[in-house]
């Protein structure tokens, strides 16, 4: 059955996996390895996207009412908040990083890397430690316990 912990759980892995492609194609790039670097990231931008895509489907489509008891928590909105404060604009700029990258406007892609950076460590960090790993959730608020 779909839960919000299910869904919570998911994607704290599926942060946990590409940020691990995120790292071989740093090591690569460190290494002279440009092309490697730029096939990880292409691999590391269609899976990001995928799973944001499969998450707004399920939030939007399928479950609306699924994650909207979370909000109702004081605590957990405000984790969420600061969450998406760093996840936007990370998904935002990992287009703009694969662009500059396939465009090989390197003094951008090198600029833009810093902030992008900063902002991926914030929604791994964020999502991984900040976001509880189980939730319950009744009908009126949602009450969760981070483990
Ligand atoms: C976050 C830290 C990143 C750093 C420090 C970095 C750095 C670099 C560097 C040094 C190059 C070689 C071109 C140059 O001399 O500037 C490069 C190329 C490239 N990068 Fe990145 N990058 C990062 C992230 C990304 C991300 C997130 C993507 C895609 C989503 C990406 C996609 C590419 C592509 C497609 C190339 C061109 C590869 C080729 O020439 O075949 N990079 N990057």
Known sequence: MLTPTLVILSLKYAVGAVTLLLCFSLFAVANGKVKLHGRINLIFFILTLAALFLFEIVVRMIDPVLFSGLWKDAELAKSLKVHLCFAVPSALLM??????????????????AVVFLTCWVGTFYTGIFWLPNYVEVNNKTASYRAQ
């Open 95 to 112: 287009g703009i990083m694969l662009f500059t990258g396939l465009k090989k406007w390197k003094l951008l892609h090198r600029w833009v």
